[in-house]
T-cell receptor, first 115, second 114 residues
Framework: DAGVTQSPTHLIKTRGQHVTLRCSPI?????VSWYQQVLGQGPQFIFQ???????GRGNFPDRFSARQFPNYSSELNVNALLLGDSALYLC??????????????FGPGTRLTVT | RKEVEQDPGPFNVPEGATVAFNCTYS??????FFWYRQDCRKEPKLLMS???SGNEDGRFTAQLNRASQYISLLIRDSKLSDSATYLC???????????????FGTGTRLTIIP
């Protein structure tokens, strides 16, 4: 079975540009979450989407936005890129947020470098 | 105070030894708990969920103490392939409408030495 897929795998952008990252969850999973991981740190929560609605948002500026499509895939958009946005962006999917424990499965990530 | 705290290590342990990781969390309303493993430049992979009664999966044992807000992971008979960063993860359910937030510790780096 296919796991969580993300595209692209690597991306290089310059300051001020915009970027769109994509994620497809595990088949049957309806919830997608996005995380940012900078070197030496654990992943930081950015957004959670469930049934195409935003259910949670972390402490990230409004330059970060996301959406979920009817097929449960998702996009993360970042505007006006800053050097500090350079990180590994991880997408995670889960079957049902109401289930316990709430297990999430991660994709391979998109490594974004801002120059 | 950080929401989830771990000793960042690194831990350098000889093959075959037992190694223990500890983690504390600050929000007593946290509902579920996990250990993830992350290899260098790879995504985190779920190692095991942690239950109040404690649980074991082969060489791995996880414990949860809700009163002390403390989570642990024990690896017995360590193998070279256990070398990785181990992330302590706590889930806080914000609402009953699918609003979940995973909070990760910074991770503990483990190297198993031949």
């Amino acid at each position: 079975d296919a796991g969580v897929t993300q595209s692209p795998t690597h991306l290089i952008k310059t300051r001020g540009q915009h970027v769109t990252l994509r994620c497809s969850p595990i088949s049957g999973h309806k919830s997608v979450s996005w995380y940012q991981q900078v070197l030496g740190q654990g992943p930081q929560f950015i957004f959670q989407y469930y049934e195409k609605e935003e259910r949670g948002r972390g402490n990230f500026p409004d330059r970060f936005s996301a959406r979920q499509f009817p097929n449960y895939s998702s996009e993360l958009n970042v505007n006006a890129l800053l050097l500090g946005d350079s990180a590994l962006y991880l997408c995670a999917s889960s079957l049902d947020p109401g289930g316990q424990p709430y297990e999430q499965y991660f994709g391979p990530g998109t490594r974004l470098t801002v120059t | 105070r950080k929401e989830v705290e771990q000793d960042p290590g690194p831990f350098n342990v000889p093959e075959g030894a037992t190694v223990a990781f500890n983690c504390t969390y600050s929000n007593s309303a946290s509902q579920s708990f996990f250990w993830y493993r992350q290899d260098c430049r790879k995504e985190p992979k779920l190692l095991m969920s942690v239950y109040s009664s404690g649980n074991e999966d082969g060489r791995f044992t996880a414990q949860l103490n809700r009163a002390s807000q403390y989570i642990s992971l024990l690896i017995r008979d360590s193998k070279l392939s256990d070398s990785a960063t181990y992330l302590c993860v706590v889930n806080l359910r914000i609402s009953n409408f699918g609003n979940e937030k995973l909070t990760f510790g910074t991770g503990t780096r483990l190297t198993i030495i031949p």
